[in-house]
């Protein structure tokens, strides 16, 4: 396969035609049409729907941009790299990041790498839908418990828990009566708490009074003394230790897993290989102290 026909194909997928991609690049617009055509031609298969105003990638040219399109950037950067006599990441690094994770540890992380690698210029998106990484051009994405996904490869850098935690002047009710409660989401979708404490399992019947849309809302809520919550242990370990709250038990059900994951369809590029090592520094154990250590 010519690389240069691959790298002008690649140019006008990205740029959505040939004209766009002709300035973009200051390359001649039919050099890049002759290029595609030969690409095409090499192939067997049409790489683009050429009818209308806008220029459509088949079926074929789409799985070939997404395969390939991250594959000569890599080149590009080891090429220039060479070129510069050395081989320190460099270029845009793209991270998509969970709010929790986002509003309690990824800005003092991301200054911390900036500082680290000043040749890589990091942009972190918070979302807590599962973002496609290729379609939206994401290098790496931070998600908690992920599906499995053929498309990804990554590792675990943080465990957490939960524990049912409630203020010391928030009177637990008997047994058997429901409990006011403080819930992340929809009242409606709030399920009553599995816990465990001394190895005795039970559950915890819940009557949900208020219902906000973060952790971070919800512990602060809690702190006052209107209800029980069921929150990550690093949130609320700093009030733990400090009296704010009192922990009640353990929520029965696996850690919370932290994943950082990205694409097995290509060459692990230098950013997100520094990436993932700043995160092994940060968190060499992966213990919930440690992401609370983030917590101001």
Not at 263 to 286: H, M, Q, W
Request: glycine share 8%.
């Amino acid at each position: 396969m010519d690389l240069l026909a691959l790298a002008d194909f690649n140019l006008v997928a990205k740029h959505g035609g040939f004209g766009r991609a002709a300035r973009a690049a200051t390359r001649p617009k039919a050099t890049l049409s002759r290029r595609v055509s030969e690409l095409e031609a090499g192939l067997g298969v049409r790489l683009f729907e050429r009818g209308g105003r806008d220029l459509k990638l088949t079926e074929e040219g789409r799985s070939l941009h997404e395969r390939t399109a991250r594959l000569m950037a890599e080149l590009n950067e080891t090429a220039a790299a060479i070129a510069a006599g050395g081989d320190a990441p460099r270029g845009r690094l793209r991270i998509s990041a969970p709010s929790l994770f986002s509003q309690v540890a990824m800005g003092s992380l991301a200054a911390g790498f900036a500082l680290d690698y000043p040749e890589v210029r990091l942009e972190v998106t918070t979302d807590d839908r599962a973002v496609d990484m290729i379609e939206e051009g994401y290098d790496l994405v931070i998600r908690v418990n992920p599906r499995p996904d053929e498309s990804l490869i990554g590792r675990v850098f943080l465990r957490d828990r939960q524990v049912v935690v409630a203020a010391p002047t928030f009177v637990r009710p008997i047994a058997g009566a429901a409990v006011q409660a403080v819930v992340r989401g929809p009242a409606d979708l709030a399920r009553n708490w599995n816990v465990t404490t001394t190895n005795e399992r039970s559950t915890i019947a819940i009557d949900p009074i208020l219902s906000l849309s973060s952790m971070a809302m919800v512990r602060n809520a809690v702190r006052q003394g209107v209800g029980a919550a069921c929150l990550p242990l690093s949130l609320v370990s700093h009030d733990l230790a400090a009296g704010r709250l009192v922990a009640w038990a353990d929520v029965d059900e696996p850690d919370t897993s932290l994943w950082a994951l990205y694409p097995s369809a290509r060459l692990l590029s230098g950013r997100v290989s520094a990436f993932l090592t700043y995160l092994k520094k940060a968190f060499p154990t992966g213990s919930p102290d440690e992401l609370a250590a983030f917590i101001d």
